[in-house]
Every structure is written in structure tokens, then in C-alpha cells.
């Protein structure tokens, strides 16, 4: 089982773009906000583990 870290680099509107900081990448994931923490805001670090996302 694969464990990944993000940062929130923008929140548009219902979608948080994500960015990995596990690995050396300029993409950034597009993600619903339902699928996120709900106190999520930009700058905020998260960890992706067994299919969820979790504030850290």
C-alpha cells in the first residue's frame, strides 16, 4: 500500500488542486472538495493513504 503527501496549492470553488511533495513533479492533481478534509485551505499539507485524504 502506496502512501502520498500533497500540498494545496489553490482551491477553486468545489475542486483543490494538489501537489505532490513525496516525489520532484510540477502537476498538480485536480480533486474534489468532497473527497478532502473540510477545513482544508491553501497551504495545507495531506497525506493520501487507503483511498482518503487526510489533514496533517
Known amino acids: 500500500m502506496e502512501t502520498w503527501f500533497y500540498v494545496v496549492e489553490s ?7 494538489l501537489k505532490r511533495t513525496d516525489i520532484d513533479t510540477d502537476e498538480l492533481k485536480l480533486v474534489a472538495r468532497a473527497l ?3 477545513d482544508i485551505e ?9 483511498m482518503q ?4
Do not use: H, T
Open 11 to 17: 482551491i477553486d470553488g468545489d475542486y483543490a488542486n
Open 36 to 38: 478532502l478534509p473540510a
Open 42 to 50: 491553501e497551504g495545507s499539507n495531506l497525506k493520501y493513504e487507503l
Open 53 to 56: 485524504y487526510f489533514l496533517i
